[in-house]
């Protein structure tokens, strides 16, 4: 299932809207700013809610 958030990009501070597809897995995959195109690197934890979501640029 996929779901809309809205997220601050980690590089450039802008909030965009990213697909988040909901499993009972954790994640873990990159996908580029929608404003600045640097690389986010997103992090999913599932859980209760929606699970959590964590982003970070891909030099921490």
Do not use: K
Not at 1 to 9: E, K, N
Request: charged fraction near 40%; include cysteine.
């Amino acid at each position: 299932m996929l779901r809309s958030r809205s997220i601050d990009c980690p590089y450039c501070g802008e909030p965009i809207e990213v697909e988040i597809e909901t499993t009972d897995e954790a994640q873990r995959y990159i996908e580029d700013c929608q404003v600045c195109c640097r690389p986010i690197e997103f992090e999913l934890r599932p859980g209760a809610r929606g699970g959590r979501l964590r982003v970070f640029r891909d030099d921490e």
